[in-house]
């Protein structure tokens, strides 16, 4: 069963910059694509970012793109969430999820098999 650890999170002024982590307990971590995903609260869950095993592609949702960036260690199995230029709307438990496919990456939650429990990431105005 592979798990996912995620950290990094926190408090943190608009404008800011926080970084993510997330482990996978697996060796063959470079075989999976694996996503970011947040849920704010009484709000559904929603894709944020995406990455393909090797990490030459990524994908990115509309309100992120230019202020995020996911990238990956294989060597270290993990995959971070660099978030810069963070707005207060940008608060939400983050999550990273694991999904075994070979070729790109899906930004739709329902594809991934595994996934981590979250970090908070609060962004005060």
């Known amino acids: 069963q592979l798990q996912l650890v995620e950290s990094g999170g926190g408090l943190v002024q608009a404008g800011g910059s926080l970084r993510l982590s997330c482990v996978a307990s697996t060796r063959a971590f470079s075989t999976y694509a694996m996503g970011w995903f947040r849920q704010a609260p009484g709000k559904e869950r929603e894709f944020v970012a995406a990455?393909?095993?090797?990490?030459?592609?990524?994908y990115y949702s509309d309100s992120v793109k230019g202020r995020f960036t996911i990238s990956r260690d294989n060597a270290k199995s993990t995959v971070y969430l660099q978030m810069n230029s963070l707005k207060p709307e940008d608060t939400a438990v983050y999550y990273c999820a694991a999904d075994p496919r070979r070729f790109g990456a899906s930004t739709e939650g329902r594809e991934y098999d595994y996934w981590g429990r979250g970090t908070q990431v609060t962004v005060s105005s």
């Open positions: 990455i393909n095993y090797s990490g030459d592609r990524t």
